[in-house]
């Protein structure tokens, strides 16, 4: 059984897996809005800052480090002692001096602002992924590509340092991550002889057979409620169909386009022909994961925790739940992209001594650390090598399909994120409860996401 995870995406509160469902609200705070990163689909890690690196002030090897990180679970012991514990091991002469953060996201964020923009707080900090536009735009966090060389960069599974960089440079090194998963029920799939679906058209057929066939009350669960859930799953859909939400540069919406109606009209129809529930728009992770769960669904959609939460006690679905990538669009190549949650770890532009700073940020996101979060925590590794390794994949059933699924950021390389999701989520739920067309929905997502990037919000 795995650890009991408390934070995720898009949760606001880190909490108990089960629990993890609250939205993470996508509206600006009074001094500075939420931020993070996006990608093209599909992207390597390399970032368009100079090639060149300066070199840190301090000293790399000795030293005292704040750092500032949140609970990473909720049982068991805490692996941030253990990781302080390893490293200090490592580097004998850099003493590591650990504040536990606030457990809400918000909370956490809005204290580090003030701390940080007051000239103080932590040395090091433990960060959502969406953070880097926000804190760059804001100088609450030192680029970490002026210092560390693309080299660097390249240990990290593709897709996690485009989400961490805003501006060609990268604020963020990704420590641990989630993303979304297909979960599916295998004593219906084996009963009626069918494959995993890799397509999201095999999916829908499947669903309506052995619905038809009174074993499953839905087809597919997933999360489109009017929160940053309905974002994520957006993402996947839509990256799936081709298309992205903001133009290259993201200084324009690019989401009434073909490939957003092809993708927003499938959610749609997964709703209006009852392979999922008629009240979709209200549903979060929570709500998605319990219908699964009471084997009331033969799909779902949700993060990393939900094969663990479904073979809990009292779940209806023990020992019948299997894990894959997520499935596409046909005629695209598959898998279908998984959308990115996690934490990266950020350098505080006040802090004294960066090279040591940036020796502990190595050490957390190299081969010895990245082992410890996967196979004594269940954390999915962000390290590429170690995410691929015998030891992580045979771990659990999770971190096996880990190095089968593509990767894609939410549309966060700008610091009105938060209006952009919100203009997603919000039409994206009002289709899935039938109060708007999907072109309709396009059209004022779009309009919505124009007037953020032009200034508005800050």
């Not at 805490?78 to 606030?102: G, M, Q």
């Not at 996690?160 to 799939?189: H, I, N, S």
């Not at 009209?265 to 319990?290: D, H, I, R, W």
Request: glycine content about 8%.
């Amino acid at each position: 059984m795995r650890n009991v995870h408390v934070h995720r995406h898009p949760g606001r509160s880190l909490r108990p897996a089960s629990l993890r469902a609250a939205a993470l609200a996508a509206v600006a705070m009074t001094a500075v809005v939420l931020g993070g990163c996006s990608s093209s689909p599909g992207s390597s890690n390399a970032t368009s800052s100079s090639a060149a690196t300066v070199a840190a002030p301090g000293t790399a090897n000795s030293g005292n480090i704040t750092w500032w990180a949140s609970p990473i679970t909720s049982s068991g012991a805490d692996p941030r002692t253990v990781l302080v514990t390893a490293f200090e091991k490592a580097y004998p002469n850099i003493k590591v001096k650990l504040i536990s953060a606030p457990t809400d996201t918000d909370t956490n964020r809005a204290t580090l602002t003030t701390q940080i923009s007051g000239g103080a707080g932590p040395d090091v900090y433990m960060g959502d992924v969406i953070w880097p536009a926000q804190f760059a735009a804001h100088q609450l966090a030192d680029p970490l590509s002026k210092y560390l060389p693309a080299s660097y960069f390249g240990t990290f599974a593709p897709g996690l340092v485009a989400g961490a960089t805003y501006k060609g440079q990268v604020y963020g090194a990704p420590f641990f991550e989630d993303q979304g998963f297909l979960y599916y029920r295998k004593d219906l799939l084996a009963k009626n002889n069918m494959k995993v679906p890799t397509t999201w058209e095999e999916l829908m057929t499947d669903s309506k057979t052995i619905q038809s066939k009174g074993e499953a009350q839905y087809g597919y669960v997933f999360q489109g409620a009017s929160y940053e859930g309905a974002t994520c799953n957006f993402m996947e859909f839509l990256t799936d169909a081709g298309g992205a939400v903001l133009n290259k540069d993201s200084t324009s919406s690019a989401v009434n386009s073909a490939a957003a109606l092809k993708a927003l009209k499938f959610e749609q129809e997964l709703v209006t022909s009852g392979v999922s529930p008629k009240a979709e728009s209200t549903y979060q992770e929570l709500q998605s994961m319990n219908e699964f769960s009471a084997g009331k669904s033969v799909f779902l959609r949700n993060w990393d925790y939900g094969y663990s939460t479904s073979q809990a006690a009292g779940s209806a679905v023990v020992g019948k739940v299997g894990v894959a990538p997520m499935p596409t669009f046909g005629g695209e190549s598959t898998p279908g992209y998984s959308n990115i949650g996690g934490w990266n770890l950020y350098v505080n532009p006040h802090s004294q001594n960066v090279a040591a700073d940036l020796t502990f940020i190595k050490w957390m996101t190299g081969n010895d650390a990245q082992k410890i979060l996967a196979t004594q925590f269940s954390e999915i590794p962000t390290n590429q090598a170690v995410r691929t390794s015998a030891d992580v994949i045979k771990s659990n059933a999770v971190l096996a399909v880990v190095p089968q699924t593509k990767l894609v950021p939410r549309p966060a390389q700008t610091p009105f994120y938060p209006q952009v999701s919100t203009a997603i989520y919000t039409n994206v739920s009002a289709v899935l409860a039938g109060s708007k067309t999907p072109a309709t929905a396009l059209k004022d997502a779009d309009s919505a996401i124009n007037s953020a990037l032009s200034g508005g919000g800050l």
